[in-house]
């Protein structure tokens, strides 16, 4: 039987996707563990003026400023954000009144899609993490993302993420997994093929 160029395509793209589903589903799994202890911080600006990029930035430092100090030694971190939602909203207000801006911001605590995230000193795979998110007036510019916990949004070495890590109680496998120079944000970005050729073929 003469496959066709079609035929020959699919067949090529199923036997690469067998491949590689299984051990992509390892590092999914190790993902999904990650992202039950790890909390992102993301900050949407209002828009993509120079202004609003910059008072987004304000903002941003505002909200660690609360954030960070609640967290150290916290037994449920997510619970005392949850806590602070009220708190550290009032902050970014403040933050953006102090600045001349009247905008209304909201803060939440909630699942969303990242995806593959590469840092200086550390990288993290796509997938659902815990998202404190702050999105200023339509939150329509370029938004900020970072990690309030464990606190390395603003950690300069793989060392210092390796310690904020360990400290917040991520297991070596964890630390490993996004402090690992090399093939990871490879392996990162095979998470997002894979998720996408399901839906792809599978619908």
């Known amino acids: 039987m003469v496959l066709t160029r079609t035929k020959r395509i699919l067949l090529a793209t199923a036997l690469v996707f067998a491949a590689t589903s299984t051990a992509v589903a390892a590092l999914q799994r190790e993902q999904m563990a990650l992202s039950e202890k790890?909390?992102?911080?993301?900050?949407?600006?209002?828009?993509?003026?120079?202004?609003?990029?910059?008072?987004?930035?304000q903002v941003r430092d505002a909200v660690l400023a609360v954030a960070e100090p609640l967290l150290e030694d916290a037994e449920s971190p997510?619970?005392?954000l949850q806590?602070?939602?009220?708190?550290?909203?009032?902050?970014?207000?403040?933050?953006?009144?102090?600045?001349?801006?009247?905008?209304?911001v909201t803060v939440t605590l909630a699942k969303e899609q990242f995806p593959t995230r590469v840092y200086d000193s550390f990288?993290?795979?796509?997938?659902?993490?815990?998202?404190?998110?702050?999105?200023?007036?339509?939150?329509?510019?370029?938004n900020w993302w970072c990690?309030?916990?464990?606190?390395?949004?603003?950690?300069?070495?793989?060392?210092?993420?390796?310690?904020?890590?360990v400290a917040g109680g991520f297991t070596a496998e964890?630390?490993?997994?996004?402090?690992?120079?090399?093939?990871?944000?490879?392996?990162?970005?095979?998470?997002?093929?894979?998720?996408?050729?399901?839906?792809?073929?599978?619908?």
Do not use: M
């Open 123 to 142: 990288s993290l795979p796509a997938g659902q993490y815990t998202s404190l998110r702050v999105t200023i007036g339509t939150g329509t510019g370029h």
């Open 78 to 80: 997510l619970e005392k």
């Open 38 to 57: 790890l909390i992102r911080l993301h900050v949407v600006a209002n828009s993509d003026s120079e202004e609003d990029q910059a008072v987004k930035l």
């Open 174 to 203: 964890e630390v490993r997994l996004i402090t690992e120079e090399g093939g990871y944000e490879l392996k990162f970005k095979a998470i997002e093929w894979v998720e996408w050729l399901q839906q792809t073929l599978f619908g």
């Open 83 to 104: 806590a602070a939602l009220p708190e550290i909203e009032e902050a970014a207000e403040n933050c953006l009144r102090a600045q001349g801006d009247d905008h209304d």
């Open 147 to 165: 990690v309030v916990f464990p606190a390395i949004c603003f950690t300069a070495t793989a060392g210092e993420v390796e310690s904020a890590a």
